[in-house]
């Protein structure tokens, strides 16, 4: 979103931010007006920047070596001549266009490539919208972003293209047909125009999944915790948060401070009290700045009851891994235990395909070993990614995969995120192991 001439001209991204939360696009406005603080991008959003960047400048390799023609619209013109100097391409009837600028009424955007096709309906030739994506399936954003970029196309070109099309982080292709979603997408557009034309007086920023990486999550952030925002109560949900405010209910400290027996329309008691007794750890906190642990009742095969005994032979196990790699890639298969009284760490590396196979193989065969030696003992790790890793990887390659069964059926692996979740509660927003990210982002 950006003023030109004294106009706002808006672009795919900020209808797919306005689908996802409308008080991001309330601070757009404001922005617009009064710049306001951004947060800054993490590590890992700039480089799926970065890996997206590359993605797209290969197919435009790819394009240059099949002998057809290709056009690239600079990038140092303005808007204007961008716009001119795409319009000239398509007459000139360039194969490809690459960075093609579209301009119509408030929406303006730079497609990835616009590619010639034939039209059914007559001989003049029809570009296709066609974008480059590292995900490796579809999103709806991705849609309403072709949709905007069909729609400007087809008011520049004068023909509706029929489809639009994504090249996947895989690099399959993923052909759409533009009527299919036209409908939903002009209604989608016209909801985001009645916002900008008529706006809330007082909107309230309320959490939800895009907050992570949207810019404005400073300022939410910090509107949160001075209203001592419910979503800061680890472990709630979005309707939950919606039941206690028809409760009359608002605040952390509010839902720390009701009574036991207080019954919230809607929500099971046992629900009520989980929330109500994170509240008051919570609450205790903050006052305080003392940490708080409520050991939580036994039940069997939960919580502490998950412990097997403690063996010297225990293994710690961690994944680390690169979803921006082709078909994701683990990359590190780290051991942790202690021999002979030594702590000892042993990492499995694998940096493509063929190494993360060995890699894990090597892990696999060591851990069948070491169990042979410690039949008492078990492998510990935190949050299920480690196993679903694990079965993964032995499906994937078609190796090991008698080991992982007998791993799985001797129930060797121990999450002990249930343990933590089901054991007890703390005094702290999160349950998972820390992070900046995760430091930062309220409940969704």
Partial sequence: MRKLNGNILFAAHDLDRFLACSHATFLDLCDLEEPLPKSEDDEQLRLFREKGFEHERKWLDIFRQQGISVVEVQGKQSLGERVEATKEAMIKGADIIYQ?????????????????????????????????????????????????????????????????????????????????????????????????????????????????????????????????????????????????QAAGVSTVRALAGLPQEAVIPKLSNETFARLRSQARLQAHKRDTGENKVEILPVHECR??????????????????????????????????????????????????????????????????????????????????????????????????????????????????YKVVREGLRISELHYRLPSKSLLTTPNL
């Fill in 100 to 244: 093609a600028a579209l301009h119509t009424g408030n929406w303006r955007g730079y497609a990835d490539f616009l590619r010639k096709t034939k039209n059914s309906g007559s001989d003049r030739p029809v570009y296709e919208v066609l974008d480059t994506k590292l995900s490796r399936t579809a999103t709806p954003a991705h849609i309403m972003q072709l949709c905007v970029y069909s729609e400007m196309l087809t008011e520049t070109q004068g023909l509706t293209p029929a489809f639009m099309y994504l090249i996947l982080g895989d690099n399959r292709k993923a052909a759409f047909r533009f009527d299919d979603f036209a409908h939903y997408f002009r209604i989608a557009r016209r909801r985001f125009e009645d916002f900008v034309s008529r706006p809330p007086l007082k909107p309230y920023p309320e959490p939800c999944r895009a907050c992570e990486r949207c810019r404005w999550r400073d300022i939410c952030a910090e509107q949160w915790e001075k209203d001592d925002h419910l979503s800061l109560v680890a472990g709630i949900q979005r309707t939950q948060v919606e039941k206690f």
């Fill in 303 to 416: 919580g502490f009851r998950r412990l097997p005994k403690p063996d010297p032979g225990d293994l710690f196990l961690d994944f680390e891994g690169d979803p921006l790699y082709p078909d994701g890639l683990e990359y590190l298969m780290g051991l942790y235990f202690v021999d002979a009284g030594t702590p000892v760490f042993k990492p499995f590396w694998g940096h493509d395909h063929d190494a993360e196979r060995a890699s894990f193989e090597q892990l696999m065969d060591f851990i069948e070993s070491h169990l042979r030696l410690h039949p008492g003992a078990h492998i510990y790790h935190y949050n299920h990614y480690e196993e679903t890793a694990i079965k993964r990887l032995a499906s994937g390659f078609g190796t090991r995969e008698g080991f992982v069964d007998d791993l799985l059926r001797g129930r060797r692996l121990v999450d002990l």
